[in-house]
């Protein structure tokens, strides 16, 4: 397979194997809704990344353990393991039921500018007018999709419910800036299975202290939803991700989140019987006219 690194255009294996991720993230979202009430939220999180790492782990320490002996891969996967899993995976679970999905889906999509700004600083990217035009209209067609559910917030919850949801777009957008600043010298399946091994004992370690481990109700359900929401939506996706930062900048890559709540249109016209509005419409067309524009910008 012939891939440049960080080549001007994006291949039709990377847009596929991209789009892949962004489906697989899309699918988290009701399986969260179906298995949330059988655990806290920060013991679903801590399980989620924890079943993941395993998944990785397992197979690769049995193949080979001394890949694991380097201290600076140790260092470089508790970075990652910090912002992007133990971050980015407790802002998402602790907003839920605290602000409504519009509003949670808006400020969650903000990660893509933030990760843009943090990868002109550390990694010296790019920020040329065609990719923040990209940005900026996908950005929008996910603000007109999540419109009509923007009204209604419960205030009490809402600041609260804000401030988990920018938690977790900053850590993931830290995190999926150092995946690109360690993709090259470690391989993407050894990186995401010890950055979600770290990510999940800081996960316990932090529902442990706060009082949140309690038992849990073991309901098929739930651990359905935890098997979904660990092997395709995390060990699968995440891999995928930083095997695709590898090769692809940062900013490119990223703007293809915004094809999740896409996708999640997309499932709840196959399985929920949900309509797709005019408003929706508009909104994908405008996601997809964003893709084009950062895919064939120079």
């Known amino acids: 397979m012939?891939?440049?690194?960080?080549?001007?255009?994006?291949?039709?294996?990377?847009?596929?194997?991209a789009v892949a991720v962004t489906f697989f993230w899309a699918i988290c979202f009701p399986f969260i809704e179906l298995g949330h009430r059988a655990a806290t939220p920060l013991q679903f999180a801590t399980l989620r990344a924890l079943i993941a790492s395993i998944v990785l782990l397992v197979p690769m320490v049995s193949l080979s353990p001394r890949m694991f002996l380097s201290l600076s891969f140790w260092k470089a996967s508790s970075w990652i393991g910090l912002t992007y899993t133990a971050m980015g995976f407790s802002g998402m679970f602790l907003a839920?039921?605290?602000?409504?999905?519009?509003m949670a889906t808006v400020l969650t999509n903000i990660q893509?500018?933030?990760?843009?700004?943090?990868?002109?600083?550390?990694?010296?990217?790019?920020?040329t007018k065609h990719v923040i035009k990209g940005l900026i209209i996908g950005f929008l067609g996910v603000l007109v999709i999540a419109y009509p559910s923007l009204v209604g917030e419960n205030q009490t919850q809402l600041i609260i419910g804000i401030g988990y949801i920018l938690l977790g777009a900053l850590g993931t957008a830290f995190g999926t800036v150092l995946m690109k600043k360690y993709s090259t010298p470690f391989n993407p399946l050894r990186l995401a299975a010890g950055q979600l091994f770290l990510?999940?004992?800081?996960?316990f370690v932090i529902t442990a202290s706060s009082g949140q481990w309690n038992p849990i109700d073991w309901h098929p359900s739930f651990i359905?939803?935890?098997?979904?929401?660990?092997?395709?939506?995390?060990?699968?996706?995440?891999?995928?991700?930083?095997?695709?930062?590898?090769?692809?900048?940062v900013t490119r890559l990223n703007v293809f989140t915004f094809l999740t709540p896409v996708f999640g249109l997309a499932i709840g016209l196959l399985f929920f019987n949900e309509r797709i509005s005019l408003t929706d419409s508009l909104g994908i067309v405008m996601i997809f006219v964003g893709l084009y524009i950062?895919?064939?910008s120079d």
């Open 112 to 127: 893509p500018f933030l990760a843009a700004i943090i990868a002109y600083f550390v990694l010296s990217e790019k920020l």
């Open 294 to 296: 950062i895919i064939k």
């Open 224 to 249: 359905l939803s935890l098997l979904i929401l660990a092997i395709p939506g995390t060990a699968v996706a995440v891999s995928i991700w930083i095997y695709l930062l590898k090769y692809v900048a």
């Open 199 to 203: 990510g999940s004992i800081v996960l």
């Open 2 to 17: 012939n891939i440049k690194t960080d080549s001007t255009y994006l291949t039709i294996i990377q847009i596929c194997l």
């Open 96 to 102: 839920d039921g605290r602000i409504a999905t519009g």
